[in-house]
């Protein structure tokens, strides 16, 4: 069996002139994580990642934790984060009255995009999109048969994208509903790993990519009380 361990980058710069790349406590996060994978004795034979500076930043702060130098790392669009800014801008064009107020709390701001992802799951947001949800969904599938191509046996690999791809990854692997990638989307937190086994039969007759659903959003390495307050969702 080969292992997918599919990271969800850390913390980026939430609020500044650039979100694309990762805070002071996001790159501490990545090390974080890969001073874990090492203790835990593991080597990647190939690391895949977006195309987004915060997928290769948070790559890079792994290795430097591992205390190995970055092997080559494989980019591939497919696992690039979908335009959140542009679809919940599209659901409040439809519906104004649910527009925040700015000075509202954290909640109210993810009850919107909870909302506006449930509206593009439905093929509800009838403005002009950089992509549907169909899409989204197609180029998901198609990443994950290209990692699993010639993957062989017993290999490990590391893959490291966003909350978007890694959530719609893991409910085409469960196949769940729609709703499911929603959810598992808005829980994902930085720098959390989880879980797949499959092997060279990962692709059966339906064309489905089939694997073994072995954990969630984990985030061992941020688990240590001098780290209070270093989970973090954006």
Do not use: K
Request: with cysteine.
């Amino acid at each position: 069996m080969s292992e997918l361990l599919l990271v969800r980058h850390a913390q980026a710069s939430f609020g500044t002139d650039n979100y694309d790349r990762l805070s002071e406590l996001g790159h501490r996060q990545a090390r974080w994580l890969g001073e874990y994978f090492r203790f835990r004795g593991f080597t990647f034979d190939r690391v895949i990642c977006g195309e987004m500076r915060r997928h290769r930043e948070t790559a890079e702060g792994i290795f430097e934790g591992l205390g190995d130098a970055v092997q080559r790392l494989d980019t591939d669009a497919c696992w690039n984060e979908f335009d959140f800014d542009r679809i919940v801008s599209a659901y409040l064009e439809q519906h104004p009255d649910d527009q925040p107020d700015p000075e509202a709390p954290a909640p109210d701001f993810a009850r919107i995009l909870r909302s506006a992802l449930s509206a593009w799951s439905e093929d509800r947001l009838t403005v002009a999109l950089p992509e549907r949800w169909s899409e989204f969904e197609a180029r998901v599938e198609r990443g994950l048969h290209a990692t699993a191509a010639g993957s062989g046996e017993e290999r490990r690999i590391l893959l490291v994208s966003s909350g978007g791809p890694i959530a719609m990854a893991l409910r085409q692997v469960l196949q769940a509903p729609a709703s499911a990638m929603v959810h598992m989307n808005l829980q994902l937190r930085n720098s959390s790993y989880s879980h797949l086994y499959f092997n060279a039969r990962a692709v059966h007759s339906a064309g489905h990519f089939v694997g073994h659903f072995a954990g969630f959003n984990h985030v061992p390495h941020l688990d240590h009380p001098e780290r209070a307050g270093s989970v973090t969702h954006y």
